[in-house]
Every structure is written in C-alpha cells, then in structure tokens.
C-alpha cells in the first residue's frame, strides 16, 4: 500500500461522503501487514474515532475478514471475539466500516470509517476502494 494510494481511498470516501450529506469522519488506511499509511480525521468528529477507524481496520486485516463478517461473528459467538480482541491488544472493532482492499486477488490493506452509521462508513469505504478500481471485501 502505497501513501499516494492510501491518499486517494480517502478522499474517495470523503467524497462519497459529502455527495451523500453523511457526517464527518476518520478514516484510516492501513497495510497488509497492519500498518497505518494514513489517518484523517474531519472537523467535529470526537476524539475517540482515530482509534475506532484503526480498530475497524486492524480488526478485518488480523481476521482476514471485513468487519460486518466480524460484526455477525460477534453475535454468533461473542466470547470468541472478546478473546480474538484481547489477543489483538483491543484493535479488533467488530462493527461494519472495516473494509479489505484486493488487488489482483491479493490482500494489499484495509480501509477503517467511523463518524456515521456503520452501515454508512461501510457505504464510503466501498465507493472509495472501487472507485481506484480495487476490490472492497466488507464479509
């Protein structure tokens, strides 16, 4: 994952959302590895969402699983995820809006979106990773 590309998710989905009248968000842009690349963050989001954004994202790159995937696990068997989270040192936040980005059939990094609904931040992490011709894996 590449800054220039990890720049581009974002304001994908920053655009995205502003089309949409959805409210200001933190995005986070992390690598295969699990690496932040980038991190921005709107005027009048809260001072928790950087970490809820890396959360989402960190969460779908350890699992290997789009965050909604976690988010239905969670209710299937949440003392898996509470021990999947603890091991994960609290960087697994298992609710939609922490999105894979494929390229070529290869893991490249994940995208993490907190401010709206989950539903919401899943929506802008889509139109951004698909809009750079990438493919979005949200389960």
């Known amino acids: 994952m590449q800054l220039e590309l990890a720049n581009a998710l ?8 502003r089309a949409h009248g959805l409210k200001p968000l933190t995005i986070a842009v992390i690598d295969a590895g699990g690496h932040l690349v980038a991190l921005q963050r709107e005027d009048g989001t809260s001072n928790l969402r950087a970490e809820i954004a890396q959360g989402k994202a960190k969460g ?7 965050s909604r995937a976690l988010f239905n696990r969670a209710q ?5 995820i509470d021990a999947m989270n603890a091991l994960n040192n609290g960087n ?29 931040d899943e929506a802008c992490a889509v139109a ?3 809009a750079q011709g990438l493919v979005a894996v949200t389960g």
Do not use: C, K, W
Request: glycine share 16%; aromatic share 6%.
């Open 92 to 120: 697994l936040v298992p609710v939609p809006g922490g999105v894979l980005i494929h390229r070529d059939d290869q893991l490249i990094g994940a995208i993490g979106i907190t401010g709206d609904s989950s539903d919401n």
């Open 128 to 130: 951004a990773i698909e």
């Open 60 to 66: 779908a790159v350890a699992m290997g699983l789009g």
């Open 10 to 17: 974002i304001a994908g989905a920053l655009d995205y959302r």
């Open 76 to 80: 299937e068997q949440p003392y898996f």
